[in-house]
């Protein structure tokens, strides 16, 4: 039953009562596995161009940014970093006042390599009157950690990851934020120098975002001879997802609905909105010092000259489908193109007519196109990558987590565990069509492959809706191919003593 308080609350949230309907029914009938045929890998479905291929699409990307082209760097920005500090807080709470785990041990023996490490000794002298040796040496850890991680001190237990310092260098210290300004200025300038980087904030931290960038970004713009333009959205309040309780009715807290956000899966609406002809996608906590950029540079300048390499290709044919003057041997060599360099396969094109074929080959020729970066499988955890069956019975790539998978069936399981490489997210995305029209990107995600999970309000149990993910769900009707990269581009930050590897060192 929706009352005239739950309509208020849906028309400033922008969410009609037919989207409210199908969620619940989302919750009703739950999501099924997605059906596999194969997990992908250099023998099914990832690329692993040689020397000579690789200069090929260096050179493509080269020729591209000369080009007066739009590229837009996306980083995905609004998580909070709490969980980057789980063990941290797990110490305040303890019963002992000394560092006793592993983790705890390491933090305290290191402190000093961290790059917030200045910062933290000055606000605790601040906050104690005494510097990070003394109230180490007078066994006073916790007020260390008290402030690095809360409010009256660095507050970094609160604040997004893309604000914190993660590397340190000899004019000071950088945060993941400047570190992807700096990966824009190498890989995603255009012909005038500009360079477009659009972060995902949440509304509370956007103002910290927008003070960095107007404290900062000039001083990067003269150093790599280059014009930024930062820009920043939230997530949509029309992406958030009723909840429902165990019941599958719609969740009530205080008799209001309790709306949750919809995963990263929303921000496919942030990404439609950009005005771009390319797109590079890529985490903000995935970053390394100036000293380690090389290969994050070159593999990105190279999936980036593969996708340009396949659209142009793709937009050829397509002209000549359009023309209607074209031969059945083209329209079998435009069929192999995308079986074979598209990986998108039907077992059915084999019994249509001509006609039919040509309907067919436009309909899967035009549609936006990604090529992604998949690093060898050294069991970090996260989605893969697989050949997999879509509604209409085609096997196309797809970038899967393991929720997607029917973890029973012990063929998809060994599937799943056997994988070859993992997903980084590592991605660059083509979303205008032939014609240079954007495509609609909301219209090419594949409903069926949300998820649920299970959480708490006040010590109820609920059930939250997440929509297909970003990179899953969200881009199932793409074009898709797959590039190994090495596992050098790859390190991410989930803990805050990963920063103490030597890749953030």
């Known amino acids: 039953m929706i009352t005239s308080q739950d309509k208020e609350l849906l028309t400033r949230k922008g969410i009609s009562e037919q989207q409210i309907a199908e969620q619940l029914a989302c919750f009703e009938k739950g999501f099924p596995y997605l059906k596999l045929a194969a997990a992908a890998s250099v023998e099914k479905g990832i690329l692993i161009p040689d020397a000579d291929e690789q200069k090929h699409y260096l050179d493509v990307w080269d020729i591209y940014t000369q080009a007066d082209k739009v590229v837009v760097k996306f980083v995905p920005a609004s998580g909070a970093a709490s969980r980057m500090f789980k063990n941290l807080f797990e110490f305040l709470e303890a019963d002992y006042d000394a560092p006793e785990t592993k983790f705890e041990k390491v933090f305290f023996e290191q402190i000093e390599n961290f ?133 599958n009715h719609p969740f009530r807290d205080n008799g209001k609905l309790l709306f949750r956000p919809g995963g990263h899966g929303a921000l496919i609406e942030n990404l439609n909105d950009l005005d771009a002809d390319v797109i590079f996608i890529k985490n903000i906590d995935n970053v390394v010092p100036d000293k380690l950029k090389g290969d994050t540079i070159l593999y990105k300048k190279l999936i980036a000259g593969v996708l340009i390499a396949l659209q142009q290709q793709a937009f050829a044919y397509l002209r000549i489908l359009d023309s209607g003057q074209y031969t059945h041997e083209q329209v079998i060599e435009i069929l192999q193109f995308l079986q074979k360099k598209l990986f998108c396969k039907n077992p059915e094109t084999k019994n249509l007519e001509d006609a039919e074929l040509v309907l067919y080959l436009k309909k899967k020729l035009n549609r936006p196109m990604r090529v992604c970066g998949m690093v060898k499988n050294v069991g970090e955890p996260g989605g893969g990558p697989f050949l997999a069956y879509n509604s209409d019975g085609t096997i196309s790539l797809q970038i899967l987590e393991s929720s997607q998978i029917d973890m029973d069936d012990p063929e998809k399981k060994e599937m799943f565990e056997k994988g070859t490489h993992f997903n980084p997210v590592d991605l660059v995305c083509a979303v205008r069509d032939y014609k240079g029209h954007k495509f609609n990107l909301v219209n090419y995600v594949d409903k069926a492959t949300g998820f649920i999970s299970y959480k708490s309000k006040n010590g109820r149990e609920l059930k939250a809706l997440e929509l297909p993910g970003l990179w899953n769900g969200a881009m199932s009707d793409w074009n898709t191919v797959f590039v190994e990269v090495p596992l050098t581009t790859f390190n991410p930050v989930k803990t805050v003593n990963d920063l103490l590897r030597e890749q953030h060192q």
């Open 115 to 247: 790059a917030f490490y200045d910062d933290l000794n000055a606000t605790c002298r601040q906050m104690t009157e005494q510097d990070i040796p003394a109230l180490m040496s007078g066994g006073n850890y916790k007020a260390i950690v008290t402030a690095l991680l809360e409010d009256a001190g660095l507050n970094y237990g609160a604040l997004p990851k893309g604000l914190l310092k993660f590397h340190k260098y000899e004019e000071g210290s950088r945060t993941p934020l400047e570190e992807h300004l700096v990966e824009g200025a190498l890989y995603a300038t255009n012909r005038s120098g500009k360079v477009n980087v659009h972060f995902t904030v949440s509304s509370e931290h956007r103002c910290l975002f927008e003070a960095l960038v107007a404290a900062k970004a000039a001083a990067y713009a003269r150093k790599y001879n280059v014009d930024y333009n930062v820009t920043f959205s939230e997530q949509k309040p029309c992406t958030d997802t009723v909840a429902a309780d165990m019941e």
